[in-house]
């Protein structure tokens, strides 16, 4: 059987650098610009995993309202998650969920990111 290894989360966004910009200032995301076929595109590295950010053309739908079918969030692992926190909230970021504990050794909140991107953080201890 074949091997499968994750590879990139792919966005598509009305004003690519307003999300990159986001994701930069609020959760850190290392920009990378490119060209990709003759457009500009930006890159991220968010987390260790590369995003990639396109412009959204005319034929593209407006962003779901959650809860909706197909993927949901993606999650961040952080240490130090009242931190974290802190610092978002300082910065004005939407908390869809405050942090709460759904059970021994995980920690969770939830975010909404540009477009309607939901967000998790999350921190793993021992239990």
Not at 27 to 52: H, N, W
Not at 82 to 107: C, H, N, W
Request: aromatic share 8%; charged share 20%; hydrophobic share 40%.
């Amino acid at each position: 059987m074949p091997s499968y290894i994750f590879d990139h989360v792919h966005l598509r966004s009305p004003n690519p650098e307003a999300t990159a910009a986001w994701f930069e200032e609020m959760l850190g995301a290392e920009i990378i610009r490119s060209t990709q076929q003759g457009k500009p595109r930006i890159d991220m590295k968010v987390g260790g995993q590369d995003v990639f950010i396109i412009q959204a053309d005319g034929a593209a739908a407006a962003p779901p309202s959650a809860p909706y079918q197909g993927i949901d969030h993606f999650g961040l692992s952080v240490q130090g998650l009242d931190e974290a926190v802190a610092g978002l909230k300082a910065k004005g970021v939407q908390f869809t969920m405050e942090p709460t504990s759904p059970r021994p050794g995980i920690r969770i909140c939830f975010i909404r990111g540009p477009e309607n991107i939901s967000i998790e953080l999350l921190e793993r201890t021992p239990a």
